[in-house]
């Protein structure tokens, strides 16, 4: 399960940590670490958080690992773990401007990007439950996997909360992938071993301004004024 490898590489960071916050909005979950960074990840309410009411103070890394088995457990775990990530070796921008050309696959909650610089495009959208087509897109729903080769795949994060990762990662052939989104997490070492090549994420620029957006029920549009997109090659 990669996501336990992430974990696990990234357990010493972890267990020097201590929850200071934690906010449980409708569409993003953020923690604050006793270091005072940010993190954030997608919120998928199914299921309950271990230990609610209990968290702030404790460990991030118990936190983390006794709360891995339901989406919204995951979902505090995922912004843990985000939360560990420094801009050092990161650029502005976004990984998907590294690549063109061929056929690019991407797997999300409805990714609302362009991709105007490849040839077609193959969205598995979680969120989905028909065929569609716009332009050079095909939106299809996740649930239709199986065996898919592409140049380029795409992965954003929100398939680490939602469980799907795995199964992403064995049915498809691609010569280049990229996991990137909000909930995303810099553990370049089990990352490569997966074959992913570059990395990106989105750092707070205002990070109290991301937490109290969150809390309040913020929504994608309002949170995008206070965050950026970085990424790196691993």
């Known amino acids: 399960m990669i996501l336990r490898e992430i974990i696990d590489e990234l357990s010493y960071r972890l267990k020097q940590r201590r929850i200071i916050n934690v906010c449980v909005g409708p569409t993003y979950t953020s923690v604050m670490l006793d270091n005072q960074y940010i993190g954030i990840s997608h919120t998928i309410t199914d299921g309950e958080i271990e230990d609610a009411g209990e968290i702030i103070g404790k460990n991030a890394y118990d936190v ?3 709360n891995l088995d339901s989406n919204l457990q995951r979902s505090l775990s995922l912004a ?3 939360a560990l990530g420094e801009m050092n070796g990161f650029t502005q921008g976004d990984p998907i401007n590294l690549y063109s050309g061929g056929k690019l696959c991407v797997f999300g909650f409805s990714p609302q990007l362009s991709y105007s610089n490849f040839d077609s495009v193959v969205v598995y959208d979680f969120l989905s439950t028909e065929n569609k087509r716009v332009g050079n897109t095909e939106i299809r729903p996740f649930s239709l996997l199986s065996h898919e080769v592409c140049t380029t795949a795409l992965i954003f994060a929100s398939s680490l909360v939602n469980n799907t990762i795995d199964k992403i990662l064995t049915q498809i052939s691609a ?4 996991l990137t989104g909000i909930s995303s ?5 089990t990352l490569k071993n997966h074959g992913f090549e570059a990395l990106g994420k ?3 620029i205002e990070k109290y301004r991301v937490f109290r957006t969150i809390c ?5 549009r309002l949170l995008s ?3 950026a997109r970085y990424f790196k090659k691993l």
């Open 64 to 66: 983390v690992i006794n």
């Open 216 to 220: 309040e029920g913020g929504s994608n």
């Open 202 to 204: 989105l750092f707070p």
């Open 185 to 189: 997490v810099d553990a370049p070492i």
């Open 80 to 82: 843990i773990l985000n």
């Open 175 to 178: 010569n280049h992938l990229i």
């Open 225 to 227: 004024k206070y965050v």
